[in-house]
């Protein structure tokens, strides 16, 4: 003798049970599921990741050799600005020695014009003294410069009485 609403009562359980067995059920597979899913998204990004992974290890060494190289060229260029005191030195250098040959060369020349028969000292070393020095165009002014001195010079040792023809005398200007 079932009543009405003891027939409804047992429709409610059951609904009520069957839907807590699915709630279980679900609740009971849903971490399964999602590790499954993170698995196979694992499995699939992996790869890809691994190649980043070298490709971006291949890259850091080549910009860490590049900035080697960098930093190579700047030590190079510093240095280079750091010889300019160097540069002016053999400068000067070339200076002195193209103004010893020009005296040279005068001393020679008059000592030929005085005795042709004798062989003067400046005519024994000035035969053992090759200089061929190259075009250095930004030298021009002061080889010019110093052979005009030179004649100045000569023109004056020719018309003061002290001079007595046996050595000439460097400007100081020249001497450093």
């Known amino acids: 003798m079932m009543t009405n609403s003891d027939a409804e009562l047992n429709i409610k359980v059951k609904k009520t049970t069957e839907k807590i067995s699915e709630n279980m059920h679900i609740v009971a597979n849903e971490p399964s599921l999602a590790f499954y899913r993170i698995q196979e998204h694992v499995r699939k990004v992996l790869p890809m990741i691994v190649d ?9 060494q080549e910009l860490q050799g590049h900035c080697y ?6 030590k190079s260029i510093k240095s280079i600005e750091n010889s300019d005191a160097t540069f002016k030195n053999i ?4 200076k002195n020695a193209i103004f010893l040959k020009q005296q040279l060369k005068f001393e020679e020349a008059r000592t030929r014009k005085k005795d042709t028969s004798s062989n003067s000292v ?8 090759t ?6 165009p930004d030298l021009s002014g002061v080889v010019r410069e110093t052979t005009n001195r030179v004649e100045h010079m000569m023109s004056q040792a020719r018309q003061s ?3 007595n023809g046996s050595e000439l005398q460097r400007s100081h200007t020249t001497l450093h």
């Open 131 to 136: 200089l061929d020095l190259p075009d250095l």
């Open 69 to 74: 190289d960098m930093e190579y060229a700047l």
């Open 52 to 60: 980043r992974k070298a490709e971006v290890a291949n890259l850091n």
């Open 122 to 129: 400046y005519k024994r070393l000035s035969a053992h003294i």
């Open 161 to 163: 009485s002290s001079y």
């Open 91 to 94: 400068q000067e250098s070339l």
